[in-house]
């Protein structure tokens, strides 16, 4: 199967995510959100994985800037809207293929678990 490095291409944790493969000899292929975008079916399928508030990145600037309506009564639905507006919603890396659910966030324990 082939793996997906999900994410944006300055962000410090893709980063470490890639320099993580890249020194391992991982072969992946990066798919650049403010590049390509992302589209709700893509989130949707992560969610049913992970959870979507795993994949809503509450700590960013984007979070902090959206409107206070934007942040009120968060659920799965509007959260997904959100993140295909503003791919910078969704918590970097999401790594696919690696495992049987996405990995979401940089850790080297998760990576090491993934790919031994």
């Known amino acids: 199967m082939t793996m997906t490095l999900y994410g944006i291409r300055n962000c410090d ?7 993580w493969l890249e020194a391992r000899g991982v072969a992946y292929v990066f798919h ?28 960013g600037t984007t979070f ?16 997904i809207a959100l993140m295909v507006a503003n791919p910078s919603l969704i918590k970097r890396p999401v790594l696919t293929g690696a495992a049987e659910v996405p990995l979401v966030g940089f850790s080297v324990a998760a990576y090491e678990a993934a790919l031994p």
């Open 13 to 19: 944790t893709m980063k470490k995510a890639r320099a």
């Open 64 to 79: 902090r800037g959206l409107s206070d309506a934007d942040k009120a009564d968060l659920n799965e639905a509007k959260a």
């Open 32 to 59: 650049d959100y403010k590049v390509a975008g992302i589209d709700a079916a893509t989130l949707s399928a992560w969610a049913a994985s992970v959870g979507w508030e795993k994949l809503l990145n509450r700590a």
